[in-house]
T-cell receptor, first 111, second 115 residues
Framework: GIQVEQSPPDLILQEGANSTLRCNFSDSVNNLQWFHQNPWGQLINLFYIPSGTKQNGRLSATTVATERYSLLYISSSQTTDSGVYFCAVETGGTSYGKLTFGQGTILTVHP | NAGVMQNPRHLVRRRGQEARLRCSPMKGHSHVYWYRQLPEEGLKFMVYLQKENIIDESGMPKERFSAEFPKEGPSILRIQQVVRGDSAAYFC?????????????FGEGSRLTVL
């Protein structure tokens, strides 16, 4: 099956800093999503981005499908950004929502 | 904002009891997915259902687990004779269509604790 690798596994920031999270995947994909799991365990949709670039406030994401990676940018980080960030992909073999999740990046933002 | 609704949010069961988790998809969505997050592990696909049909259950344990999405009412994930290893967060997601699916929308999860 497809392999999804996220880096770094852990990231500690001071409030106001910027960061880049990376997701590498081993096969072509037709679905890629970024999620934030907050400290209460809720899973929050950030981006649906199988290709291209999107921005939403302080967050933006870029997927380069031909090179099999995606990046999540967090600017001016806040303590509420803390949690685990997951990348999830679906390959062309299924095309119906069977996502494979990476192991996540644990982000801690200190005040 | 009627997102994916899951209940109960927390459920405690003793070994051998049954657990039933419910999921109401977003309005207009007819495709439902269940994912499980075991402690210290990532989320893993369990099952994909459309109304009255199980499309892919390749991620479901072979025994004790079942899922349904009836014509009327929420989708149900049922775990019979629970064991401690079933303790996990169970997430439901929905989508408006299949085939180059587009975005999956996740609920807040149901956390099962087996004593």
């Amino acid at each position: 099956g497809i392999q999804v690798e996220q880096s770094p596994p852990d990231l500690i920031l001071q409030e106001g800093a910027n960061s880049t999270l990376r997701c590498n995947f081993s096969d072509s994909v037709n679905n890629l999503q970024w999620f934030h799991q907050n400290p209460w365990g809720q899973l929050i949709n950030l981006f649906y981005i199988p290709s291209g670039t999107k921005q939403n406030g302080r967050l933006s994401a870029t997927t380069v499908a031909t090179e099999r990676y995606s990046l999540l940018y967090i600017s001016s980080s806040q303590t509420t950004d803390s949690g685990v960030y997951f990348c999830a992909v679906e390959t062309g073999g299924t095309s119906y929502g069977k996502l494979t999740f990476g192991q996540g990046t644990i982000l801690t933002v200190h005040p | 904002n009627a997102g994916v609704m899951q209940n109960p949010r927390h459920l405690v069961r003793r070994r051998g009891q049954e657990a039933r988790l419910r999921c109401s998809p977003m309005k207009g969505h007819s495709h439902v997915y269940w994912y499980r997050q075991l402690p210290e592990e990532g989320l893993k696909f369990m099952v994909y259902l459309q109304k009255e049909n199980i499309i892919d259950e390749s991620g479901m344990p072979k025994e004790r687990f079942s899922a349904e999405f009836p014509k009327e009412g929420p989708s149900i994930l049922r775990i019979q004779q629970v064991v401690r290893g079933d303790s996990a967060a169970y997430f439901c997601a929905s989508s408006p269509r299949a085939g180059n699916t587009g975005e999956l929308f996740f609920g807040e999860g149901s956390r099962l604790t087996v004593l």
